[in-house]
């Protein structure tokens, strides 16, 4: 099966889920090395190396140095609610209040940016493209584009109000970018043109627009969340 398309990281890392929701690949079960599938798939070492990275990030494989990569588990390892006493309704919580908040920030930037905040703007989506490009999670420049964007806002107890849950916003971010990846439903790409879309409204001093595109955004975040936890 030869594999040529932009994403081609994310078609091999689709490939290998499928075998493992399948069956055909169990638990325990050792992939063929890097070299192998470079050649069985048709693409480059490092499109591999970039998909396994993927499939790693979501828990499905486990990379042994010296050894080989192998599969984990069935299922990807997602919010452990337990954890900390981190509830189902505490992340219910959490996503009410980015709601709140972040309309009001991406509203407030669109008028009131500096071009010091635009450059922080885009220098956290340069991280997140970066991250995208090695099959990463990108969570870090997500994080610092929402808090660019508050920052921007000018109001300093918003600003304020969304550092304080920075923490529990970059953990539900990473989460969320194993459960497009398992799900299928976003890829990478889709999720970073989402705050691209949200900047480009902020540059056009458009506060209806942008904070409609940022509404968009967090709904698809909400609805993606709440579905699998």
Not at 81 to 107: C, G, M, N, P
Request: aromatic content about 6%; proline content about 2%.
């Amino acid at each position: 099966m030869k594999i040529s398309n932009e994403k081609i990281y994310e078609q091999i890392a689709n490939v290998i889920i499928k075998q493992i929701k399948s069956g055909e690949l169990e638990p325990g079960h050792k992939l063929p090395s890097i070299q192998t599938l470079s050649q069985n798939y048709g693409v480059s070492v490092a499109s591999v190396r970039e998909a396994l990275n993927a499939l790693r990030m979501i828990g499905l494989i486990e990379i042994k140095h010296g050894y080989g990569t192998f599969v984990k588990q069935k299922e990807p390892t997602f919010f452990e609610l337990q954890q900390d006493d981190f509830s189902r309704k505490d992340i219910e919580d959490l996503l009410e209040l980015r709601h709140v908040v972040e309309y009001a920030t991406a509203y407030y930037a669109s008028s009131r940016h500096t071009e010091a905040d635009i450059k922080q703007m885009k220098d956290a989506l340069k991280i997140m493209e970066k991250a995208v490009q090695k099959g990463y999670s990108g969570e870090e420049g997500d994080l610092k584009f929402h808090l660019s964007i508050a920052k921007a806002s000018h109001n300093k107890l918003l600003y304020e109000l969304l550092e304080n849950i920075s923490d529990l916003m970059q953990h539900t971010m990473m989460e969320t970018r194993k459960m497009f990846m398992y799900h299928q439903q976003k890829t990478q790409e889709k999720l970073y043109q989402e705050h691209v879309d949200i900047l480009e409204a902020i540059l056009k001093g458009d506060p209806e627009l942008a904070s409609k595109h940022m509404k968009q955004h967090l709904n698809d975040v909400k609805e993606t969340l709440l579905k699998h936890i």
